[in-house]
């Protein structure tokens, strides 16, 4: 599944428990549960999917991930040539 697979069927999972209604608490609550486990999954898949780990996307400086190790860099536009 890729990760605008994985996208839509959580806007799939929020849409039919927006959708949905409920006739006392306890089921309330059981479809509330199931809902959170489902789009916590689906969120998990993405993130795999992406394949970049939530701290590297900001810092630079040297990490590590998977057993690699290299170097994060901030890279500056090029200046505009005068004239």
């Excluded at 039919?16 to 199931?34: I, S």
């Excluded at 999917?49 to 057993?67: A, H, K, Y």
């Amino acid at each position: 599944m890729s990760a605008h697979a994985t996208l839509t069927a959580i806007e799939q999972a929020a849409e039919a428990f927006c959708r949905r209604r409920f006739t006392d608490q306890a089921d309330y609550l059981e479809a509330k549960d199931a809902h959170c486990k489902r789009v916590r999954a689906l969120v998990r898949k993405l993130r795999r999917e992406i394949g970049v780990p939530e701290m590297l996307s900001f810092g630079t400086g040297r990490r590590t991930f998977g057993g690699r190790s290299f170097s994060v860099e901030l890279r500056m536009p090029r200046a505009r040539k005068a004239g």
